[in-house]
């Protein structure tokens, strides 16, 4: 049984569960997440969706699992609140980061129950398409109700958020997180328009062309034997070898701790320039060449996975495909359609605008209050008009450079902007005594270890930036420093990232109603696909949907999140 729109307009939020069957059931819910009527059965999740169109957000397990098929039949939903990828947030603001995210886990807590173990991660990165031995989501005990697991999480997580350090701001960080979830999915289903045409032209003007068996194309070839010669006659380097790369190297008296680019550029050896050449091209082979292009490019379209959150400081990242690295040469085949265009827009100077932001330091916010050059005011307020100085100190303070020339850069950051420093070095102290620290909104940093350190925290309940949770077990001097310049780095791109997801959830709503597509997201950049008689208008929405997070997140202040923007026809021409 279905109900007219006029039936669903008293509800402003309508719970979804899929069956073990994919069957749906719904019902509507009061302002504490209770049933406010009758549980309704649909055939599928998508009936049920489009059976309701006014409800203005539906409250379910997963974006993943159930909006791909909606999207597949035409329906988008406005807002959602995505269950797994709240208790996420919650569990990690809770202190318990790591600990299983899915519905059947936060059942399972609430029961005092063994909680089962989220599913393996799934690599796609040379073959997009699902495997039919992938594990499926955690399945629910038997006997237990999809609607009335979800309902209970859902109410628990309701309660948690009134008790976050910031009630309020962790609402907007959930509401933030599941918008993306919803913009993940349309992006993958959009896809990036591609020229395969121009890809394979200029993979094979930089490569050349491939042999017979599947070895190396041509140039990389040349490449190989232009290496091996440098070092003698009967000489052979395989360039993709690092370690036979140093052995050259040492029999000719050069000793190299690595083969990165900028170690091999101190080097005065005929090696070095065919080497580094290879390394770039071998790169493009192998990351964006002939086998990415048939796995990935399909009708036209680059469709990546988006995976919403996926990096500890709240970064988006990808299941495959490299979309967060397409490099420059390859942005020539990203193509607006015949009469369409790409409006790309870059979040200028974000993470020193977060800063200023976040801080409330004023003499920081008023050099981020216009759209001009954020490091040229800087330097006219610290640094004697000096722009390279500037810049150094305010990314030094936040990375964690505090020595050398950094350390008297931040002296003088920190008599001119002492609220802004000392927001950082607050961050930087919690991580080396093993606090919990959370950006603005209340993203939490994960314990000691996830991030490669040494070895977990028992971290206590703290505000933003630190607080007054005692240390976790016994660190290494040396571990206690790195967790330091993490965590100091971590409230200021972790609050860029929550700021970048609202932004994106405003684009959406502001691009609704029109054929514009959001079609790519990369921390401070978008890309939109329009009609090139709505591209002025997909750029004043850009504009727009910056503002709106701006004001949501921190109130009227004078921070001027600036975008640079183009628009082009072809990606490779925007910057």
């Given amino acids: 049984m279905t109900e007219s729109a006029e039936d669903v307009r008293p509800h402003e939020r309508w719970a979804l569960a899929e069956t073990a069957g994919g069957r749906a059931l719904v019902c509507p819910l009061d302002g504490e997440g209770r049933p406010a009527g009758p549980v309704r059965e649909e055939e599928s999740p998508a009936a049920a ?8 957000r539906w409250v379910w397990r997963s974006t993943a699992a159930v909006y791909p098929a909606m999207l597949a039949a035409g329906l988008r939903v406005e807002r959602c609140y995505e269950v797994e990828a709240a208790e996420a947030l919650l569990l990690g603001h809770e202190g318990l980061a790591g600990s299983p995210r899915s519905l059947p886990a936060a059942w399972a807590r609430l029961h005092r129950l063994p909680e089962p173990p989220d599913p393996p991660a799934v690599s796609r990165e040379t073959d997009p398409q699902p495997s039919l031995f992938e594990a499926g989501p955690v399945p629910l005990p038997d006997g237990v109700d999809p609607l009335e697991a979800l309902l209970e999480v859902y109410g628990s997580q309701l309660a948690r958020t009134r008790e976050a350090v910031h009630p309020d701001r962790m609402r907007l960080l959930l509401a933030g997180e599941s ?25 094979d003007e930089l490569l050349g062309e491939r042999y017979a068996g599947g070895g190396l194309p041509r140039r990389l070839v040349e490449l190989e034997e232009e290496v091996s010669r440098a070092f003698g006659p009967g000489a052979r380097v395989r360039p993709d070898l690092p370690a036979e790369v140093l052995q050259a190297f040492a029999r000719a008296g050069v000793r190299l701790g690595s083969t990165r680019a900028w170690e091999l550029e101190k080097v005065d050896h005929p090696a070095v320039a065919p080497l580094l050449r290879y390394k770039k091209l071998y790169r493009l082979y192998t990351a964006h060449g002939w086998t990415w292009l048939r796995s990935w490019v399909r009708d036209g379209r680059f469709r990546a996975e988006y995976v919403p959150g996926g990096a500890a400081s709240g970064r988006w990242t990808t299941n495959g495909g490299g979309a967060l690295q397409i490099p420059k040469v390859v942005r020539r085949a990203v193509v607006a359609d015949p009469g369409w265009r790409l409006v790309v827009a870059d979040a200028a100077q974000m993470e020193p605008r977060v800063l200023a932001a976040v801080s409330g330091d004023p003499g920081l916010m008023a050099a981020a209050s216009t759209e001009r050059d954020l490091y040229t005011a800087l330097s006219e307020r610290a640094f004697s008009g000096d722009r390279d100085q500037a810049k150094l100190a305010l990314l030094g303070a936040i990375y964690g450079q505090t020595s050398g020339d950094g350390l008297r850069n931040l002296a003088a950051l920190r008599k001119r902007f002492p609220a802004a420093v000392a927001y950082v070095d607050e961050a930087a102290r919690a991580g080396e005594e093993g606090r919990l620290v959370r950006t603005y909104l209340g993203r939490t940093c994960p314990p000691a270890g996830t ?29 206690a420093r790195a967790r330091g310049r993490f965590t100091r780095n971590f409230v200021v791109q972790g609050s860029a990232a929550d700021w970048a997801v609202l932004m994106l959830a405003a684009l959406r709503q502001r691009l609704a109603g029109t054929r514009s597509e959001l079609v790519f997201f990369q921390h401070d950049e978008v890309i939109v696909h329009c009609p090139e008689d ?41 910057k």
């Fill in 49 to 56: 969706v489009r059976a309701r169109p006014g409800v203005a």
């Fill in 451 to 479: 991030e490669g350190e040494d070895g977990p925290a028992a971290p206590e309940p703290d505000a933003e930036g630190g607080g007054d949770g005692g240390p976790g077990p016994r660190r290494t001097e040396a571990g």
């Fill in 179 to 203: 918008a993306g979830t919803l913009v993940a999915a349309e992006m993958t289903r959009a896809g990036v328009p591609w020229r395969a045409d121009l890809h394979r032209e200029l993979l």
């Fill in 534 to 574: 709505e591209a002025g208008q997909a750029a004043e929405a850009i504009r727009a949907a910056g503002a709106q997070a701006t004001r949501v997140i921190f109130g009227e202040i004078p921070v001027n999140f600036a975008f640079s923007t183009a628009v082009v026809e072809c990606y490779a021409d925007a």
